[in-house]
């Protein structure tokens, strides 16, 4: 069996800050409330049915909450000899692999939450036009670090082609 394949258990996956949780849970709350609260407010003078589609999707949101912090923990990030790979998911697993001399940009971003509590999110952009890979809840210092690494392994390697 080859070592190089992304099911291997041996990879030593870095996880992202469990400061993540808090942000993410921030988010599905604030949504999920703002939309059970809209559609109960138009369910209460509209009928009975509307009004369960507002305690449907207050359910939604409470579920979606208890499973944030096991999500949270599924992302995870490997550097290898020839590429970066990401996963994240719990029921639909995803597995990225970015090959360091296909990288054209990597990007730091800090949003309010994310800089209250010292977190960054990181972002590749290849030549890809449906690119969208990034490892959100990184500790800044260590982002800032790791971004600093793949640029240059980016550039040995595409110095290389």
Same mark, same amino acid.
């Given at each position: ?50 009004? =369960? $589609?507002? +305690?449907?999707? @207050?359910?939604?949101?409470? /579920? ?5 912090? !096991?999500? *949270?923990? #599924? ?29 054209? =940009? $990597?990007? +730091?971003?800090? @949003?309010?939450?994310?800089? /209250? ?5 990181? !972002?590749? *952009?290849? #030549? ?34």
């Amino acid at each position: 069996m080859p070592r190089d394949r992304l099911d291997v258990p041996d990879i030593d996956w870095s996880r992202v800050s469990t400061k993540l949780v808090w942000t993410e849970l921030l988010t599905v709350l604030l949504v999920g409330g703002v939309i059970t609260a809209g559609i109960v407010l138009i369910g209460i003078p509209a009928g009975i049915a509307v009004t =369960l $589609v507002g +305690v449907a999707a @207050g359910v939604a949101t409470v /579920l979606v909450a208890a499973f944030t912090p !096991r999500r *949270v923990r #599924a992302i995870g990030y490997a550097l290898r000899q020839d590429d970066l790979i990401i996963r994240r998911g719990l029921m639909w697993q995803r597995f990225v692999a970015v090959p360091y001399g296909r990288m054209q =940009l $990597v990007d +730091v971003s800090r @949003g309010p939450v994310g800089r /209250l509590l010292g977190l960054s999110d990181l !972002r590749f *952009v290849t #030549a890809a036009a449906s690119t969208n890979v990034r490892i959100p809840g990184l500790a800044a210092e260590h982002a800032d670090e790791l971004r600093d690494r793949l640029v240059q392994m980016a550039e040995s390697r595409r110095a290389g082609l």
